[in-house]
């Protein structure tokens, strides 16, 4: 069975962000020795190339020690951190089609995102579930156990930045978990 894991392009951010904190001095390594396994640590030595897969046990331990230290344990941190990568990608040029205006705002954010779960991890399934009520939309990321709760918070900031982007204006993005296998994120269409 292969170890669920998260592309190099999510990982490659956190690894880059931890070791621009260890090069300026403002974290030791001594910090979060303690914390992570021996593997943890060898990650932020190698080169992380972006097109491979890197355990997503050690992203969440990243994200929880990145969390506590400089988000004071909050949950906003995490958001801000996925609307931050979210940014990036677009900047790439990679989701375009978010600025396309013939076609409405759910159907795009919902094709788009049903491709980024085998885009940036090995497991889990994102199913577009489409409108609901009429008020926006539905998206189901299925067989999600293994998804550390950080990395899951770290994911909806991301979604909710695309979705923004894509309807051109800030948009309401719940998220829930009923059950470790399980993420549920329901968009509100803007008024």
């Given at each position: 069975?292969?170890?669920?894991?998260?592309?190099?392009?999510?990982?490659?951010?956190?690894?880059?962000?931890?070791?621009?904190?260890?090069?300026?001095?403002?974290?030791?390594?001594?910090?979060?020795?303690?914390?992570?396994?021996?593997?943890?640590?060898?990650?932020?030595?190698?080169?992380?190339?972006?097109?491979?897969w890197y355990p997503i046990d050690t992203y969440g331990r990243y994200l929880r020690f990145l969390c506590d230290r400089f988000g004071d344990g909050r949950r906003?941190?995490?958001?801000?951190?996925?609307?931050?990568?979210?940014?990036?990608?677009?900047?790439?040029?990679?989701?375009?089609?978010?600025?396309?205006?013939?076609?409405?705002?759910?159907?795009?954010?919902?094709?788009?995102?049903?491709?980024?779960?085998?885009?940036?991890?090995?497991?889990?399934?994102?199913?577009?579930?489409?409108?609901?009520?009429?008020?926006?939309?539905?998206?189901?990321?299925?067989?999600?156990?293994?998804?550390?709760?950080?990395?899951?918070?770290?994911?909806?900031?991301?979604?909710?930045?695309?979705?923004?982007?894509?309807?051109?204006?800030?948009?309401?993005?719940?998220?829930?978990?009923?059950?470790?296998?399980?993420?549920?994120?329901?968009?509100q269409r803007p008024d």
């Amino acid at each position: 069975m292969m170890t669920p894991s998260v592309k190099g392009t999510i990982f490659r951010a956190v690894v880059d962000e931890l070791n621009g904190y260890l090069s300026q001095g403002i974290i030791q390594r001594e910090e979060f020795a303690a914390r992570w396994k021996p593997d943890d640590l060898a990650y932020l030595d190698r080169e992380i190339a972006i097109a491979s897969w890197y355990p997503i046990d050690t992203y969440g331990r990243y994200l929880r020690f990145l969390c506590d230290r400089f988000g004071d344990g909050r949950r906003e941190y995490l958001m801000e951190g996925g609307r931050q990568s979210a940014r990036r990608v677009i900047e790439m040029g990679v989701y375009g089609q978010l600025d396309d205006r013939t076609e409405c705002w759910e159907n795009k954010v919902g094709r788009v995102l049903v491709t980024l779960g085998g885009s940036f991890y090995n497991f889990g399934r994102w199913v577009w579930e489409g409108f609901e009520n009429d008020e926006g939309f539905r998206i189901e990321v299925r067989d999600v156990a293994a998804m550390p709760e950080e990395a899951a918070v770290r994911a909806h900031g991301f979604v909710e930045q695309l979705a923004s982007r894509a309807a051109g204006c800030q948009v309401q993005l719940d998220y829930r978990r009923p059950k470790p296998s399980r993420i549920i994120f329901t968009a509100q269409r803007p008024d």
